[in-house]
DNA sequence: AAACAGACGGAACACGTTTTCCTAAAGACC
DNA sequence: GGTCTTTAGGAAAACGTGTTCCGTCTGTTT
C-alpha cells in the first residue's frame, strides 16, 4: 500500500452522510434491492453532495469485469489504424468501456509485453488490428479477440475485413458506365496483398476493357507520375483505375503536365478517400472508401457479444463505398 | 458478481502449489519480505508453472493506484495528436503504464464524460491535448493533469508546448544565411494563434528582408497556389516563407507551373515537417520539425514525476528542429 | 389476538492482492 | 541452560465495491 492518492469520498462515506449501511448505499446508487424510494432518494443526496463516483477498482474486482479492452496497432500512426481505433473508441465507450492503446511498433517484443500487460490488466477482451491486410498469426490469450483490418490465420477467430476485391469491383464498374473501354491498372507491389486482390479485382470486371497487364510499383505519387509516363509510350487509355489515392494523385498531376485532361481524355480513380490525397488533388479524386470507422464499430459491437458471451463469428466482410469526384465526373 | 469470465490461476493456488501461505507466495513474487531463497524459488517454479500473472485490479485496489493514466484528446485524427500520442504512449509503457484513449471531438458532452469515466477508473494522471495552439480551460479532477500542445490558461497547470517563434525564427534565418533578402510570408488565417505567432517571428527575424505583410489564408494547397498568384503580381520574390507544410507544397507546385525554380529562383520553407507533404513535394521541402513524439515524450514524463509527487512546472516550451532539404538547397 | 406475508435494511462475505503485524523456531551469548 | 536476537513464514486486515442471506418491522388476514 503505497502514498494514499487523491482522496476521494467512498461508498461508506455516502451511507455514513446518508445514515444507512453501505450495503443499502450500494443499492440505492445501483436501483437494485428493495428499499423505499425515500431511502434511496436520501442516498442520491449524499453522493450528490460528497461529489461521489464509485471506484472502478473496486467495482471492477467485484464484478468479474474490468470493464477495458485493450487495442493492439502495429503502428498506431497508420492512416488505417486511426480510424479504426476512432470507431472502436465510439462504439465502447457507448457502452461504458474504456480503450487501452497498445502500439506493438511491429516489433514481437513489444508486442508480447502488451499482451501480459492486457492479461494481467484483465481486460475484458483485445482488438487486434495491423498496417497490411495480410493475414496475421493469432494471439493466444484467455479472453475474447477480435481482428480488424489484418484477419486471423484461424478461420474461427473472428475477423473484420473490409471488402478490397468488391471496392476495385465498383471502381472499374463506374469507369465501365462512364463508357471508358480502354482501362489500365496502377497499382502498389505485387508483394502486398491489397494490391494483388484489386488488381485480380479489376482485370476480373474490366475484362476486355483492361490494356496490358496491372502496373505494380510503390505506394507513392513519384510512381504514379512515372506509370503515366510509362502508359503514354505503350498506347492510348481512357481511365486509369489507381491502387491507392495516393498513386492517383501523382498519375493527375502527370497527365495534367502532359496536357492530357482529367476525366475529358483520361478518367482516373484512386482508392482508400484519404482525404489529404483524395480532396487536394486536382482535380479531386473518385475513389473507393474503405469505410475503416465502420469497421472499427463493427469490430468493437462484435468484440461486446463475444464479451457477453457470443461464439466466435468467422471473418466477416463489410463493403466498401464508391465516392464519385470529379476526376471521373468532370466539374 | 456476474458470470466468472475466463478463469485465470490467483495467487492462492501458486501459494497452494507451492506449500505455503498466500502472504508467502505474494512475497515471494514480489521480492520482499524475509524468505529463505529456496522457498522463493519453490513458489516461482510454481507460478510458472501454472502460468499465474497477478491481477492488476486487485494490485490496483490494494496499491492505491491503477497504473493508468488518461489520454484525453480533441481529435485524435489530427496529424498532431497522434505523434503526441505515440511519444506519451512510449514513455510511459516503459513505466509499466497503461494508456486509456479518450477521443472527445471537441463537443464538451463528451469530454465531461469521459472526465467522470476517468475518474471513477482512478487513474493515477490525466494528459489534455487539443488540435491547436490556443490555450484550453483547464480540467478539474482530483488527479495530476498535464496539458500537451495546446497549454492550459491558468500558467500555474503543467504544460508542455513546443518553441513556434523559435521554429519560425530558424526558417528565416536559415533562409538569409543562404543570401535570400526578399522574403514573403504565406501562412494560416490570421485567426490562428500559431500564424499569427509564426508570422510574429519571421517578420521579426526578417527585419527588412520581409515584403509586404504576412499573407493570411487557409491551411490548404490551394491557398498556397492562390498566394503565389498574388506575390507574383505584387513584385519579385527570392524566399517564401510558409506557415505549414500544405502551403508550401501549393507554393511549390504553382511556382513550377509558372516556370520559376526552386529553389534557385525562390526558395521555399515549410512548417510542420508532416511527411506526406514535405516529402511528396516537389522539390521535398526544407520545413520545423515540430517533435511531436518528443513532447508526448516528455509530457508523459512530466505527469509521472508530478504522479510521484512532484510540483507542477508551469509552461514548459520545446525546441523545435529546422530539416534542411532541395526546397532551400537544391539538388 | 394470532398468524402470516411482504417490505425494508443490515451483517457478512466475495473479488485478488499487498502489507502489517505476530509467532514459532533457530541460533547467539553469558 | 536460560535469555535475547534474528530468521522464516503465517494470520489478518486493508483497499472499495456488489451481493447474498437473514432478521426485523409493519400491515393485513383469519
Known sequence: MASRGPVVPRITDVAALAGVSTSTASKALNDTG??????????????????????????????????????????????????????????????????????????ALRESHYLRSLVARRVDGII???????????????????????????????????????GATSAVRHLLSLGRR??????????????????????????DALIGEPLHGEWSERWGRHAVDVLVRTGD????????????????DRLRELGRAVPDDVAVTGFDNWSVMALASRPPLTTVDLRLEELG?????????????????????????????????GT
Do not use: K, N, W
Request: with cysteine; proline share 6%; hydrophobic share 40%.
Open 128 to 166: 487486434v488490428t495491423g498496417r497490411r491486410t495480410e493475414p496475421r498469426a493469432p494471439i493466444d490469450v484467455p479472453m475474447p479477440v477480435v481482428y480488424a483490418f489484418s484477419p486471423s490465420t484461424d478461420p474461427a477467430d473472428t475477423s473484420v475485413v473490409m471488402d478490397e476485391y468488391g
Open 237 to 252: 487509355v481512357d481511365a486509369i483505375s489507381c491502387g491507392s489515392d495516393q498513386i492517383a494523385r501523382g498519375v493527375c
Open 297 to 329: 464499430r463493427r469490430t468493437a459491437r462484435l468484440l461486446l457479444e463475444m464479451i457477453g458471451g457470443a461464439a466466435p463469428s468467422g471473418v466477416v466482410s463489410l463493403p466498401t463505398e464508391l465516392v464519385p469526384r470529379e476526376s471521373t465526373l
Open 182 to 207: 480502354r482501362i489500365a491498372h496502377v497499382t502498389g507491389p505485387a508483394t502486398h496483398r491489397s494490391a494483388v486482390v484489386r488488381a485480380a479485382a479489376t482485370a476480373a470486371a474490366a475484362g
Open 34 to 107: 428493495q428499499l423505499r424510494e425515500e431511502t434511496r432518494e436520501r442516498v442520491r443526496r449524499a453522493a450528490e453532495q460528497l461529489g461521489f463516483t464509485p471506484d472502478g477498482r473496486g467495482r471492477a474486482l467485484s464484478s468479474g469485469r474490468s470493464y477495458t479492452v485493450g487495442l493492439i496497432t502495429t503502428d498506431s500512426s497508420g492512416r488505417f489504424s486511426i480510424p479504426i481505433m476512432q470507431g472502436a473508441e465510439d462504439a465502447l465507450s457507448a457502452g461504458e468501456m474504456a480503450l487501452v492503446l497498445c502500439d506493438t511498433r511491429d516489433d
